[in-house]
């Protein structure tokens, strides 16, 4: 039985595009799925921001979400076209990894969003993923 299922999902797997491909959609995916979200509900977003960090913005909280949700639809539109794979890859990969650090910071003094921070290490991982395999296609991958 587990010998039948194993073939089944093989077989299934070999119809899936390549691995880098469902990972560059997924990142994409995600991306533009936070940008579109922060662009129509940014006080959603806004909880991020704690106390501490809000008089270092040089814009307000809700300001501060609307300028990432228009960068991140047009990042995340990229990488599902793949256009200026590595750029955008880079950029999302670097963005998560000071959300991170962020976000360690505060559930270390806090306690806070330690749920958020388990969930942005692996987008993290799989953006750094999406950047290193832009470069094996070629210099930046599907850059045009």
Known sequence: ????????????????PPAATLARWGLGGMVLAAGVHKLLDPAAWTVYVVDWLAPLLVVSPTGF???????????GVALLLDRYTAFASFVAAASLSATCVYLAIVWGTVGAFGDVLARDIGLAGLAWAVFRESFTRGVGGGDS
Do not use: Q
């Open 1 to 16: 039985m587990f010998d039948s299922a194993t073939r089944r999902a093989a077989r299934a797997a070999a119809r899936l």
């Open 65 to 75: 979400m609307l300028l990432n949700g228009y960068l991140e639809v047009a990042f």
